[in-house]
Structures are given as C-alpha cells and as structure tokens.
C-alpha cells in the first residue's frame, strides 16, 4: 500500500525557519506531481506550492518569496523549505502525490499524507 509520511513541523518562533518531508513508500512506478497544502481549524484545506516531475513549481501568494517547494527523485521525497515565519503560517500541513502505479499506465492516482503540525508563535 503506498504511504506518504512527513516529518519535520514543530514549534517555531515568529521569523523563523522549518523544513518539511515528505516521502513517498509503497507499491508506485513513479510520482508525477508533489505539493503542500495546509489547513487551519474549521478554514478548507488551501494550496502551498506545489512541483511537477519535471521541477516547475507553483506557490500560494501568501507565501512567495518565503517558502521554497523542491524534490528528491531518487528518494521519492518532497521538500517545504518555510523561512521567515508568521503566526498566520499556523496550521497542518499535509503532503500530496500524484502517483503512476504501473509502468506505461494510463491513470494517475492521487494520495495524501496525514499531516503534520506547524505553530508560528509572536
């Protein structure tokens, strides 16, 4: 069964820095696309950046300039690079991938990790 599992959240001063994980295990051919996204309590769940296989990214504008998406291929990993922080940041952050299961296949399915918590206090 393919499992994302991220690491690295925590509690963290007003302008400071974390660094997410994000890595993919399981039964998979390959990862098309990674992201983050991030939610607070009883707010939907909003995109953070996002990285395609071939390495173009996309981020929210309430966090460009600040938060760096990249990717480890041969680890199956995602990064969040998240530098100076702020108190609205709070939230959990969750994983996802875009997984191709079977050489040649024609459908790519969609998986979430189960997030981890990031606190911004000022």
């Known amino acids: 069964q393919v499992q994302l599992v991220e690491s690295g959240g925590g509690l963290v001063q007003a302008g400071g820095s974390l660094r997410l994980s994000c890595a993919a295990?399981?039964?998979?051919?390959?990862?098309?696309?990674?992201?983050w996204y991030r939610q607070g309590p009883g707010i939907h769940r909003e995109l953070v950046a996002t990285i395609t296989s071939g390495g173009s990214t996309n981020y929210a504008d309430s966090v460009k300039g600040r938060f760096t998406i990249s990717r480890d291929n041969a680890k199956n990993t995602?990064?969040?690079q998240?530098?100076?922080?702020?108190?609205e940041d709070t939230a959990v952050y969750y994983c996802k991938a875009?997984?191709?299961l079977v050489p040649a296949g024609t459908t790519s399915y969609q998986y979430w990790g189960?997030?981890?918590?990031?606190?911004v206090s000022s």
């Open 98 to 100: 875009i997984l191709t």
């Open 114 to 119: 189960q997030g981890t918590q990031v606190t």
């Open 78 to 80: 995602v990064y969040l």
């Open 25 to 35: 295990s399981g039964s998979f051919f390959s990862i098309n696309d990674m992201g």
């Open 82 to 87: 998240m530098n100076s922080l702020k108190p």
